[in-house]
Every structure is written in structure tokens, then in C-alpha cells.
């Protein structure tokens, strides 16, 4: 069996709508990867596992100096924002649920339970 070419065109035409700026923008490093390799990255982006899914590019872009450079610059900041955003939606969270037990309390309280 002969070996599978995988064109920008190819893969921008099998990307779900939403991912299609960033297979654009990262082609190169897409159509490097394998059948399997790039279905398992959009995988990881559907599950919303973005940062493996970056380094997997990243791993895919060793002729492009000037990305890993950047990348490089901004990945840890990057990681840093992802787990303060995750504090600042837990205790979102935890607090909209304060509210609704008492809100709870107050309804069961008003009908007598």
C-alpha cells in the first residue's frame, strides 16, 4: 500500500468548521503528522485538551524556529492563565451553589418544610 499525501487542502476540507483557522494557520505542522497522529490531535482539541494538543504542533514544527521561539516565550504564561481561569470558575461555581441552598432553604422554609 502507498504512502498517503496529505495536502493543507486535504486537511482544512476534513476539519470540523471551528478548527479551521488554526489547521490554517499550523498547516505545515498538520500535514506532517500522520493519518493517525492528526486525528488524535482533533481529538484533543474536541475534548478541549488544548494544551497537548498545541505541544503535538509544536512537536511537529522543529524547521520552524521562530514558532518554537514564541511558543517557548508564551507557554507557561499560557498554562498559568489556563489553571487561574479553572480557580476563577470553581469558585464561581461554589458560590452560585452557596446561593442556591439558600435559596433552597428560603423556598422550603416558605412552604413549611
Known amino acids: 500500500m502507498g504512502e498517503t499525501i496529505v495536502t493543507l487542502e486535504d486537511l482544512l476540507a476534513k476539519t470540523p468548521m471551528e478548527f479551521r483557522p488554526v489547521v490554517a ?7 506532517a503528522m500522520t493519518a493517525a497522529e492528526f486525528a488524535a490531535w482533533l481529538e484533543l482539541l474536541i475534548a478541549g485538551k488544548t494544551w497537548p494538543a498545541w505541544q503535538a504542533v509544536m512537536d511537529k514544527l522543529s524547521d520552524q524556529p521562530a514558532i518554537l521561539a514564541a511558543w517557548d516565550s508564551v ?5 498559568e492563565a489556563n489553571e487561574a481561569n ?11 451553589m452557596a446561593v442556591l441552598k439558600v435559596l433552597l432553604t428560603v423556598a422550603l422554609a416558605a412552604v413549611g418544610l
Open 25 to 31: 494557520q499550523y498547516g505545515p505542522a498538520l500535514a
Open 75 to 79: 507557554k507557561d504564561k499560557w498554562a
Open 86 to 96: 479553572a480557580r476563577a470558575r470553581t469558585l464561581a461555581q461554589d458560590a452560585a
